[in-house]
């Protein structure tokens, strides 16, 4: 192989190069809302009335990230406007403050179902409106 031939090879093999490190940049951002989309997520409503939704589903093994939207403010005598979120015999609590959106990840469970609650405000888990299911589907 000449030394022309060679350069030329050469310059064809960075120009390749460059054009499909181009072409991965700029699919980058698709993958990542082809990600976001994927994702397992649900937003969830609280207020003194109690949860919007009183059904989650997820998967087994598959961890469910969870927004809740608190809809109360801090004039709220019971609880100052706060609530929060826990899970029923599985060590697992998250405080949403008074107006404000919290975002947790749920812990992955087992097949089965469990019982979410607010404990902080009208009478709590006892509450019908306080409660809601998570079911976890095999
Ligand atoms: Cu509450």
Redesign the pocket.
Known sequence: MNPQTLKRLTTTLIALLLLSLMVLLFLRPYQRIQAARQENALTLQ?S?GGWDQKVLKTRERETLKVSVVNLDNTMHSD?GG???FIIEGQNFEQKIAPMTTGSFTLPALGKGTYTFY?????G?KDNPF?RGEIQVEG
């Open positions: 609280i003194m609880g706060w609530h929060n607010c404990d902080i405000c009208c709590g306080m």
